[in-house]
């Protein structure tokens, strides 16, 4: 493989327009389809005559500062179709990365179409080159997978309304066989979109490899009127010579410094407790408050209300829409609970999902068409529930005036856990034919809208994204939102594989990790109760099990691990992450974080299943300063020793 610009085919005869050739293999930052190109488009425009030929000409570049970084663009046009597009790059420095993205505007006096805007193509030199993705399913989310990159096309993608659990928008691309977690060569990218997406990696004839990413071309159209403009996500791209885990790093420190939330970006994320999994959907006052009381002996730092607490939600058959709060469930209302919360010294947060509705509610008798439907069409149900058409501004403004008067009405709300539990199916909009294919981008345009108001009126609220787990865990939420409930499956071994994969593309700082009862709900297993706190140490510590249940000894244990994690919490939440044993079924696993100073490290080692000692049971430490001596706190160390999950 090589880097030389020389080993592209000449782009002489390019250069010269009255011979245009084909550019097969040539290294193109923006394919259009239109060009003498066969390789994979990131834009396909039609003109009011149904062309879709593109030929783009070089207008200027512009040098600009944004927030004190600089910014490349480069305009082209086509004065035929009237089309401007601007190419953005974006440089962090500090981070070694850029950021891609185009603005593609309608300068002309005739209507254009879309049908595939995408926002940006890597291309890499003739090689031979393995594809590194993450995939899985619910409660089995963030695999970390390889494949050779062979002739032809390799496609990953989610078509399913968000950014999904069965891929995820980050990829690595490494030369066919390198495998070092701490070395060797890597370029890599992350989407910042939490919709549908679609990432191409083509090897041309000429073994040149051509990636292509952005939003889902499948069923996309947009209708660009004179003078309207459409800015595609962006495309965090990088390179490392530091493996996958330099990558990773690289990635975690831009999430920390520019992604996400200007307000909390330093905050260490508090420890809390849900009551999901003690109550269900039968919420109570005084129930409430007794786990309460129980939490804040224990040290967590806030306590979240889960599903139950509105309209007529008894069960997952009724309620979703009227975000209300049900009177005979919390007959003093939702300030007195949330006052009691904060007299105990705990912050207090609630859960919402505010894109879904049930049928039964009145919100949906009231508006059956702000449901997606087809006209016609029976409409397909998913946990008993329709999605609502975020695309819809009357929509977004209703979703944001229920939620605007659930924080303000009931004294100090800090915390929302935002849901999104189905997939979108009968997607359209009966009421704007022209705008049928546009729904997918402008509901997550709609859905970061309403978080953006809610972040400016209330800018100490902290969100959490969920999706039925890790269904929307991207950079792009994670501009609005300070963490991510990443997965359902609470199984501390089956965790560590999941948190893994999830590190690959975001920070410790924004995984949320929860201790839960055993045998898990998900899997039946049992682990010991330190094993389940020390996997969960790994982001952001939660506790979800029903700690009105559990016996002296582990409340006692409970109150030790939450001390010792608050102890570590600056470390693993804000230091440099580094694997240094990855996580299998049976065996031990490890991983180590070291403070931004280099002067303080912590390191978690694990054994997974199996005979306890079995395997090696050590593993080299990496990040440290050369210099200086380090001071082992030993009670990890010693109590790692005895113990295994």
């Given amino acids: 493989m090589s880097d030389n610009p020389a080993d592209y085919p000449s782009v002489s005869a390019w250069n010269r327009r009255s011979e245009r050739e084909f550019v097969d293999g040539f290294p193109l930052a923006y394919p259009v389809f239109g060009e003498a190109s066969f390789k994979e488009p990131c834009l396909v425009v039609s003109g009011s005559?149904?062309?879709?030929?593109?030929?783009?000409?070089?207008?200027?570049?512009?040098?600009?500062?944004?927030?004190?970084?600089?910014?490349?663009d480069l305009v082209f046009r086509d004065d035929l179709l009237g089309l401007s597009i601007e190419h953005?790059?974006?440089?962090?420095?500090?981070?070694?990365?850029?950021?891609?993205?185009?603005?593609?505007q309608n300068a002309g006096s005739e209507v254009?179409?879309?049908?595939?805007?995408?926002?940006?193509?890597?291309?890499?030199?003739?090689?031979?080159?393995?594809?590194?993705?993450?995939?899985?399913?619910?409660?089995?989310?963030?695999?970390?997978?390889?494949?050779?990159?062979?002739?032809?096309?390799?496609?990953?993608?989610?078509?399913?309304?968000t950014s999904s659990h069965e891929a995820h928008p980050w990829f690595a691309v490494r030369p066919r066989g390198e495998t070092a977690e701490h070395s060797g060569s890597v370029w890599f990218g992350s989407l910042a979109w939490s919709g549908?997406?679609?990432?191409?990696?083509?090897?041309?004839?000429?073994?040149?490899?051509?990636?292509?990413?952005?939003?889902?071309?499948?069923?996309?159209?947009?209708r660009l009127a004179p003078g309207e403009q459409l800015a595609t996500p962006e495309l965090l791209v990088g390179y490392s010579e530091e493996g996958l885990g330099g990558a990773s790093r690289q990635l975690h420190q831009y999430e920390a410094q520019v992604q996400l939330p200007e307000n909390h970006r330093e905050r260490l994320r508090p420890v809390l407790y849900n009551s999901w999994e003690a109550t269900g959907f039968d919420v109570r006052a005084e129930q409430q408050l007794a786990l309460a009381r129980r939490a804040a002996e224990?040290?967590?730092?806030?306590?979240?209300?889960?599903?139950?607490?509105?309209?007529?939600?008894?069960?997952?058959?009724?309620?979703?829409?009227?975000?209300?709060?049900?009177?005979?469930?919390?007959?003093?209302?939702?300030?007195?609970?949330?006052?009691e919360i904060h007299k105990l010294g705990m912050q207090f947060g609630i859960w919402v999902e505010p894109e879904?509705?049930?049928?039964?509610?009145?919100?949906?008798?009231?508006?059956?068409?702000?449901?997606?439907?087809?006209?016609?069409?029976?409409?397909?149900?998913?946990?008993?529930?329709?999605?609502?058409?975020?695309?819809?501004?009357?929509?977004?403004?209703?979703?944001?005036?229920?939620?605007?008067?659930?924080?303000?009405?009931?004294?100090?709300?800090?915390?929302?856990?935002?849901?999104?539990?189905?997939?979108?199916?009968?997607?359209?909009?009966?009421?704007?034919?022209?705008?049928?294919?546009?729904?997918?981008?402008?509901?997550?345009?709609?859905?970061?809208?309403?978080?953006?108001?809610?972040?400016?009126?209330?800018?100490?609220?902290?969100?959490?994204?969920?999706?039925?787990?890790?269904?929307?865990?991207?950079?792009?939420i994670l501009r609005w939102a300070d963490q991510v409930w990443i997965s359902d499956n609470t199984d501390a071994a089956d965790r560590l594989q999941i948190q893994y994969g999830y590190s690959r593309a975001h920070s410790p700082r924004t995984m949320v990790c929860w201790v839960t009862d055993v045998p898990n709900q998900q899997t039946g297993r049992i682990a010991p109760l330190e094993f389940r706190f020390h996997v969960a140490m790994q982001g952001v510590l939660g506790i979800g099990g029903d700690i009105g249940e559990w016996s002296a000894t582990d409340l006692a244990i409970a109150r030790r691990m939450i001390e010792q994690y608050k102890q570590l919490r600056p470390v693993v939440q804000h230091g440099r992450q580094y694997w240094l044993v990855p996580p299998a079924a049976v065996g031990p696993c490890a991983v180590q974080y070291?403070?931004?100073?280099?002067?303080?490290?912590?390191?978690?080692?694990?054994?997974?299943?199996?005979?306890?000692?079995?395997?090696?049971?050590?593993?080299?430490?990496?990040?440290?300063?050369?210099?200086?001596?380090?001071?082992?706190?030993?009670?990890?160390?010693?109590?790692?020793?005895?113990r295994k999950g």
Avoid at 49 to 72: I, M, Q
Wanted: charged content about 25%; proline content about 5%.
């Fill in 49 to 72: 005559d149904g062309s879709r030929v593109v030929r783009l000409e070089f207008v200027e570049d512009r040098l600009r500062e944004v927030d004190g970084r600089p910014v490349l």
């Fill in 88 to 104: 953005r790059f974006a440089v962090f420095a500090e981070q070694d990365l850029i950021a891609r993205s185009v603005v593609l």
């Fill in 112 to 161: 254009l179409t879309l049908e595939r805007a995408l926002s940006a193509a890597i291309p890499l030199p003739p090689g031979e080159y393995d594809a590194w993705t993450l995939h899985g399913q619910w409660g089995r989310e963030f695999g970390l997978f390889s494949r050779p990159l062979l002739p032809a096309k390799f496609v990953t993608e989610s078509r399913r309304g």
């Fill in 196 to 222: 549908n997406w679609q990432a191409a990696f083509e090897v041309e004839r000429n073994d040149a490899v051509n990636i292509v990413v952005g939003i889902q071309p499948f069923d996309f159209g947009w």
């Fill in 298 to 339: 224990l040290g967590i730092e806030l306590f979240v209300v889960d599903d139950g607490w509105f309209g007529a939600r008894d069960n997952d058959r009724a309620g979703l829409g009227d975000w209300t709060v049900n009177p005979s469930k919390l007959p003093g209302g939702l300030r007195s609970l949330v006052d």
């Fill in 356 to 476: 879904m509705v049930n049928p039964d509610s009145d919100l949906y008798r009231a508006h059956p068409d702000w449901a997606y439907h087809a006209n016609g069409r029976e409409s397909t149900f998913g946990r008993n529930q329709l999605v609502l058409n975020f695309a819809r501004p009357d929509v977004q403004a209703a979703m944001y005036e229920q939620l605007r008067n659930l924080l303000k009405d009931h004294g100090r709300i800090d915390f929302l856990k935002w849901d999104h539990n189905r997939n979108w199916t009968e997607v359209g909009w009966p009421e704007e034919p022209d705008r049928q294919r546009e729904v997918w981008v402008r509901h997550v345009q709609g859905v970061y809208d309403v978080h953006a108001r809610l972040r400016s009126e209330f800018p100490w609220l902290m969100i959490e994204a969920c999706a039925g787990g890790g269904g929307r865990s991207d950079l792009g």
């Fill in 594 to 642: 070291v403070s931004a100073a280099g002067d303080a490290s912590v390191v978690f080692m694990y054994q997974v299943r199996g005979i306890r000692g079995a395997g090696a049971r050590r593993a080299r430490l990496r990040g440290l300063n050369a210099a200086p001596r380090y001071r082992r706190d030993g009670w990890a160390v010693e109590r790692a020793e005895r």
